[in-house]
């Protein structure tokens, strides 16, 4: 487990992709609810020009709150493979 002190709270993070990320090459996105084992899944799809990525994000206990999860990453996800608004 990793404990933050005050001292890591003064130091920025970056916000944008990681150095040699792929986000740049990125097509589309797209999120994916589903029901499993009695919880509701919430997955990511992105796009690549020659591949598909699905990654499993998080499980909700109602599929309302799973879909606003989904919304939200699918938001966030799409500003990043539009880039700045003000660029």
Do not use: C, Q
Request: proline share 7%; aromatic share 4%; hydrophobic share 40%.
């Amino acid at each position: 487990m990793t404990v933050m002190t005050d001292d890591d709270a003064a130091v920025p993070h970056p916000t944008g992709p990681r150095e040699g990320s792929s986000a740049a090459e990125a097509l589309a996105v797209e999120t994916v609810v589903e029901y499993v084992s009695g919880r509701w899944a919430v997955d990511i799809v992105v796009f690549f020009p020659d591949s598909v990525v699905r990654k499993h994000i998080d499980t909700h206990p109602t599929k309302a709150r799973a879909e606003l999860s989904a919304r939200l990453i699918k938001r966030a996800a799409e500003r990043e493979l539009r880039g700045p608004l003000n660029g």
